[in-house]
């Protein structure tokens, strides 16, 4: 049980989930996206659309929908984490509160979700998932898609030269 | 309404579109009025949601596509039962399509060729009720 912690509330899919704002580096509109080709390294790479680069650092664009299995929506607002090279993008961003107690995903959930969410919070009378930021991009993607865009990068370089 | 039958289980019969089945009384803590459905993204079979009940976060487990198929007609309450995880038990809810009847008869043995969650026959009146198992009825689903 964690107290008075500090959050974002973001849509996406047309549900509302809260994300730590401790997680959240920056929210920032959709430009400067390069695309990402990464659907052939695999089905679970195909939510990972766009890179970012950012203050000489590349970002991992995650499909906060496809991430989450969920049908597409327009996004306008991007989540640049912290902690790790992802921004996840979001259809828009609510309002940032704070949660007062985070509930433990009930035992019935016993899919992906275990891994999506830290837990729910309970808002007035709405529950809300909280997201693990950990989730979006694994260590493994990680070292998978840098390799993947440093092979890019030389083969474009190769074609440049 | 409750029905009684010297030495027999209290079950709690519940009605999906025109067929009813049968919980043991005792994994059966309320049935609910409607109540606000909050579905989030996930990828375990069957549930639907969550319901804020009384300050606790039920998970919404709707069994009646695999009970009586895609047709259900609109579920009007829910029932909450207990599930066993581990040492622990926590709240689900059942969405049924009507009221729900408490009713003490004999458990008869399975005959015929039914699903391994059915552990038991209730024999009423004019008609056969499934006795259910809801952890095995959630596992079968999960192996489908």
């Known amino acids: 049980m964690h107290h008075g912690e500090a959050v974002i509330l973001f849509a996406s899919a047309g549900i509302t989930f809260a994300i730590s704002a401790a997680a959240v580096d920056e929210i920032r509109n959709t430009s400067g996206l390069e695309p990402l080709r990464a659907g052939h390294l695999g089905p679970k790479f195909s939510k990972f659309k766009y890179t970012l680069e950012r203050d000489g650092r590349t970002y991992f664009v995650v499909d906060a929908n496809e991430h989450f299995h969920a049908l597409p929506t327009r996004h306008t607002r991007l989540l640049v984490l912290r902690a790790s090279p992802t921004a996840i993008l979001v259809d828009g961003i609510d309002r940032m509160t704070e949660i007062a107690s985070l509930h433990a995903l009930p035992r019935a959930f016993a899919g992906d979700e275990r891994n999506w969410y830290r837990g729910l919070a309970v808002l007035k009378d709405s529950v809300v998932p909280v997201v693990n930021a950990d989730a979006f991009l694994s260590r493994a993607e990680c070292t998978i898609l840098k390799a993947a865009v440093e092979k890019m990068g030389a083969a474009k370089g190769v074609v440049a030269g | ?144």
């Not at chain 2, 549930?47 to 804020?52: H, I, R």
């Not at chain 2, 300050?55 to 695999?66: F, H, Q």
């Open chain 2, 1 to 144: 309404m409750t029905r009684k039958i010297e030495g027999g289980q209290s079950f709690v019969l519940f009605p999906l579109g025109k067929k009813r089945f049968a919980l043991p009384a005792n994994v059966v803590t309320e049935l609910a009025r409607p109540d606000r459905l909050q579905p989030f993204p996930h990828t375990t079979r069957m549930l639907a949601g969550v319901l804020l009940r009384r300050g606790r976060i039920v998970p919404v487990c709707d069994v009646a596509p695999v009970l009586v198929g895609a047709a259900a007609p609109p579920r009007k309450f829910f029932l909450i039962a207990n599930r066993t995880f581990g040492s622990s038990r926590e709240w689900t809810a059942i969405p049924v399509t009507g009221e729900c009847e408490l009713a003490t008869a004999e458990l008869l043995p399975v005959t015929g060729k039914l699903p391994r969650y059915v552990t038991g026959l209730l024999s009423l009146k004019q008609e056969i009720v499934e006795v259910l198992d809801l952890e095995l009825l959630s596992g079968a689903e999960a192996e489908a």
